[in-house]
Nanobody, 124 residues
Framework: QLQASGGGLVQAGGSLRLSCAASGRTFSGYTLAWFRQATGKEREFVAGIRWGSSNTFYAESVKGRFTISRDNAKSTQSLQMNSLQPEDTAVYYC???????????????????WGQGTEVTVSS
C-alpha cells in the first residue's frame, strides 16, 4: 500500500530525493516517517512528521541534511537528502501509522504500513 522510489547510487556530498505514495487510501490522520536499515544493522528512525502539525523530527545523524515533507492532497511523502555520506548507505523504508504518540515516533513497531524499501548507496 506504500510505494517507495528514488533510491540509487550517488557520490559523497551528493543529493537524492526519495518519494513514497499511498495507494487505496489517504494520509489523513497518519504520522509519516522514514526509516533505514544498513546491512547487518537494525532498522533505525531517520525522520518523521505528524498529522496536523508542521513539526518534523530527525535522527541526530541526519539533522540539517535531510528534510521530510508530506502532501496530504496527493497522499505522498518525500525525503530530501543532501550532503550524503557513505554512512547513509542503507535500504530506506517509508512508513505510516495512526495514533502514534510522540514518545513512540522513533519506534518501528509503532507503524502500521511500510513501503517495500528503496536502496541508497553513497560512494566515497
Amino acid at each position: 500500500q506504500l510505494q517507495a522510489s528514488g533510491g540509487g547510487l550517488v557520490q559523497a556530498g551528493g543529493s537524492l530525493r526519495l518519494s513514497c505514495a499511498a495507494s487505496g487510501r489517504t494520509f489523513s490522520g497518519y504520522t509519516l516517517a522514514w526509516f533505514r536499515q544498513a546491512t547487518g544493522k537494525e532498522r533505525e528512525f531517520v525522520a518523521g512528521i505528524r498529522w496536523g502539525s508542521s513539526n518534523t523530527f530527525y535522527a541526530e545523524s541526519v539533522k540539517g541534511r535531510f528534510t521530510i515533507s508530506r502532501d496530504n492532497a496527493k497522499s505522498t511523502q518525500s525525503l530530501q537528502m543532501n550532503s550524503l555520506q557513505p554512512e547513509d548507505t542503507a535500504v530506506y523504508y517509508c512508513a505510516s501509522g495512526r495514533g502514534i504518540i510522540l514518545s513512540s515516533l522513533r519506534i518501528p513497531s509503532a507503524y502500521d504500513y511500510w513501503g517495500q524499501g528503496t536502496e541508497v548507496t553513497v560512494s566515497s
